[in-house]
């Protein structure tokens, strides 16, 4: 009991509140078992067991011949069609050609000069094409129906567009071949 006392004055004394008291005493505790752990781990007894280590050694990957590297002039196709290039053209499966489409109607005529399919999409349901012309160097989104540079756009599909001026009808790719 002397002891609780002495310990309460010592409290009042340093105006601390019991609760207060009660946790320095916990980390007090706490600190002093974190030291004899720590003595024992460095100080270990005369009767410890001794230190028995297992002969272990992490595995090794298995060595064998390789190959040496290619070089880089040996990737043909990279070298062909680099990624960063503007004429890198993805790769387009050939579609077939329905016999009913009518070939006469399709003739090959030559595009006018400066016209140009930059891109194709859908927008709200409704296929859409952007051309760029002679007269619109920006460039124009066009659906089916629209006129440019005295073209109407009749037919926009996924990789191509139709234009028919009078008689005259032409078929414009995203990618076209190269001219040779």
Not at 80 to 89: D, E, G, L, V
Not at 94 to 102: F, H, I, L
Not at 116 to 121: E, F, P, Q, S, W
Request: charged share 20%; hydrophobic share 45%; proline share 11%.
């Amino acid at each position: 009991m002397n002891v609780a006392h002495r310990l309460i004055a010592l409290l009042h004394q340093l105006r601390l509140s019991p609760l207060i008291g009660g946790v320095l005493a916990a980390a007090a505790l706490f600190d002093l078992t974190g030291l004899l752990v720590f003595g024992l781990a460095f100080f270990p007894s005369q009767n410890a067991a001794p230190d028995v280590r297992a002969d272990w050694r992490p595995p090794t990957l298995a060595k064998y011949e390789a190959l040496p590297p290619k070089p880089a002039s040996a990737d043909v196709e990279t070298l062909n069609r680099p990624i960063f290039s503007k004429a890198r053209k993805p790769y387009v499966a050939k579609e077939k050609k329905n016999p009913s489409d009518n070939a006469a109607a399709l003739a090959p005529v030559a595009p006018p000069p400066g016209l140009t399919l930059a891109g194709v999409t859908k927008y709200r349901n409704k296929p859409m094409a952007f051309m760029v012309s002679a007269s619109t160097p920006k460039g124009k989104w066009l659906a089916v129906g629209d006129q440019i540079d005295g073209w109407s756009v009749t037919q926009v599909q996924n990789m191509e567009i139709t234009l028919a001026s009078g008689e005259r009808i032409i078929r414009l790719t995203l990618y076209p071949e190269p001219q040779k």
